[in-house]
């Protein structure tokens, strides 16, 4: 997991670079932390849901979903890496003991995933709160086992799972070369990716 993140924490430099954000300022401003939790939390969530569809109209058969997998891996880590979580503290690559189902492991990342919000002021209106990092900690631990859960329902060993986010850290770095936006968004990239 060690390269994972490094690798990662590369592609968020030249990715907020792209968009003229220094990422370890950005990370390390107290007002922009809680903004990059919220937008990354968002995007981890936005690949759940895009997992589940995958899923839904193609099986659990689907190549694309385990890439689909690998996508939340690339905001889980982001995540990590902004909260604090290292590598070494993340629990074993094995399936959740509360999920062996996409649809148990989904629940659990949608509990998860609100707890993470959860840990940020998000309600504008409430008085007190603020920014809670254990929480948040407690979160994404919960996450990263049902990430894990997750690809156990898919069949993916760590091997497997490593191989095809080296490929997408690729694709994810030429899409930033070719100023990847949501007009020029394709998958077509992430089907060349061998599973």
Same mark, same amino acid.
Not at 107 to 135: I, V
Not at 149 to 175: H, P, S, T, W
């Given at each position: 997991? $060690?390269?994972?993140?490094?690798?990662?924490?590369?592609?968020? $430099?030249?990715?907020?670079?792209?968009?003229?954000?220094?990422?370890?300022?950005?990370?390390?401003?107290?007002?922009?932390?809680?903004?990059?939790?919220?937008?990354?939390?968002?995007?981890?969530?936005?690949?759940?849901?895009?997992?589940?569809?995958? $899923?839904?109209?193609?099986?659990?058969?689907?190549?694309?979903?385990?890439?689909?997998?690998?996508?939340?891996?690339?905001?889980? #880590?982001?995540?990590?890496?902004?909260?604090? #979580? @290292?590598?070494?503290?993340? &629990?074993?690559?094995?399936?959740? &003991?509360?999920?062996?189902?996409?649809?148990?492991?989904?629940?659990?990342?949608?509990?998860?995933?609100?707890?993470?919000?959860?840990?940020l002021k998000w309600k504008w209106w409430a008085?007190?709160?603020?920014?809670?990092?254990?929480?948040?900690?407690?979160?994404?631990?919960?996450?990263?086992?049902?990430?894990?859960?997750?690809?156990?329902?898919?069949?993916?060993?760590?091997?497997?799972? @490593?191989?095809?986010?080296?490929?997408?850290?690729?694709?994810?770095?030429?899409?930033?070369?070719?100023n990847y936006n949501e007009d020029t968004k394709?998958?077509?990239?992430?089907?060349?990716?061998? $599973?």
């Amino acid at each position: 997991m $060690v390269e994972i993140f490094s690798l990662q924490w590369e592609l968020n $430099v030249h990715t907020l670079a792209n968009a003229g954000l220094d990422f370890e300022n950005t990370i390390n401003d107290p007002q922009q932390k809680l903004i990059w939790i919220e937008n990354y939390r968002k995007a981890l969530s936005a690949e759940l849901a895009e997992l589940i569809r995958e $899923v839904r109209d193609h099986g659990l058969a689907t190549q694309n979903g385990k890439v689909e997998i690998i996508d939340m891996l690339h905001f889980l #880590v982001s995540l990590s890496q902004i909260v604090g #979580v @290292k590598p070494e503290e993340l &629990p074993a690559f094995a399936p959740h &003991p509360q999920g062996d189902r996409l649809e148990a492991c989904a629940l659990l990342a949608f509990l998860a995933l609100d707890e993470l919000q959860g840990s940020l002021k998000w309600k504008w209106w409430a008085k007190g709160g603020g920014y809670k990092p254990e929480r948040a900690k407690s979160a994404l631990s919960d996450l990263w086992a049902v990430l894990f859960g997750i690809c156990a329902v898919f069949g993916l060993d760590f091997d497997a799972f @490593k191989k095809i986010y080296l490929a997408k850290n690729q694709i994810n770095f030429e899409r930033q070369r070719k100023n990847y936006n949501e007009d020029t968004k394709t998958e077509a990239d992430n089907r060349s990716i061998k $599973v």
